[in-house]
């Protein structure tokens, strides 16, 4: 996607495995840095995208935003609300960008349920969204306590950033359950949100799961629904389902599009725009808020 992207350079890659790093430079013609204080120390090295496990994201978050780069981070931005205030208040000192790389929020999809529900659907009532899958064969630090691993950060944020997404106001946690297989980390849960406008977000998520990633939401005036909402390959034809007050149903086709550079391409125009670059970091301190409020609930 940052090759694809007409706004961005892939200026390198650095990476613990040499063989792994030298293999994607030459895949895409950049340099391989041997450490990460190497790359950061490059003057042609504006922006980090960071893609570590979401337990190193703090630490190597900081010595990014340190070095005077931009942080584009992998979600989840980190495993506490308190560590992401800190890589906010840190990005907010030194002028520089904070992004957390929810790559939906970008789709032509998603910008057009956003624009029914802002004029067709009326007062919103409720969100449904679940997001569950399968185990990876390798499922990595997904599994390790120490690296940030689980479902919650790995694929409950991204139900609850698509409900913070839709709903203004901090929510309250009704309900929350956050549950455990006795490995070491948590496999799946469900929530229920209140936001101050009375919107209801009912939320599911999980490991260990058939593939499922649907939305469902219910208004004043009419009701959406949609699937594959988070993720999508590029041969599917993403569509919204608007169902109107009898309950008729009218399916619209929506553009294809790679949801990565969509993001990338919105990350970068937000750079030297303080008021853009507040209300991502805002919405990553937010995020983090929501996500420990229901994983205290476990």
């Not at 409950?156 to 901090?170: H, I, M």
Request: hydrophobic fraction near 40%.
């Amino acid at each position: 996607a940052i090759a694809e992207c007409s706004v961005t350079t892939l200026a390198g890659v650095t990476t613990r495995n040499p063989e792994i790093g030298g293999a994607l430079a030459a895949q895409f013609g950049t340099r391989y840095f041997e450490t990460p204080a190497e790359m950061l120390a490059s003057p042609e090295v504006d922006i980090v995208y960071l893609s570590t496990p979401i337990g190193l994201h703090s630490s190597q978050g900081l010595d990014v935003l340190s070095a005077g780069k931009h942080l584009w981070c992998e979600k989840s931005l980190t495993s506490s609300a308190e560590a992401t205030r800190l890589l906010a208040s840190q990005a907010s000192a030194r002028g520089l960008g904070l992004c957390e790389a929810f790559m939906y929020l970008y789709h032509p999809q998603w910008r057009r349920l956003q624009h029914l529900v802002n004029y067709e659907v009326g007062t919103l009532h409720s969100i449904s969204a679940r997001f569950t899958m399968p185990w990876p064969k390798e499922p990595g630090f997904r599994r390790s306590p120490e690296l940030g691993g689980g479902a919650l950060l790995d694929v409950g944020c991204y139900p609850v950033s698509l409900a913070l997404a839709l709903a203004a106001g901090d929510p309250m946690v009704l309900t929350a359950a956050v549950r455990s297989d006795g490995g070491g980390v948590d496999v799946d849960g469900h929530a229920t949100l209140r936001f101050p406008s009375g919107t209801l977000a009912q939320l599911e998520w999980g490991f260990g799961r058939a593939y499922l990633n649907d939305l469902a939401i219910s208004g004043e005036r009419a009701s959406l629904s949609a699937d594959r909402v988070f993720s999508k390959s590029g041969a599917q034809q993403p569509t919204i389902e608007m169902g109107d007050m009898h309950g008729n149903r009218r399916p619209e086709n929506i553009e294809q599009r790679n949801a990565f550079v969509a993001m990338l391409e919105a990350f970068a125009a937000s750079l030297g725009d303080e008021p853009a670059m507040e209300r991502l970091r805002a919405q990553a301190v937010r995020q983090a808020v929501t996500l420990e409020r229901i994983g205290l609930m476990r």
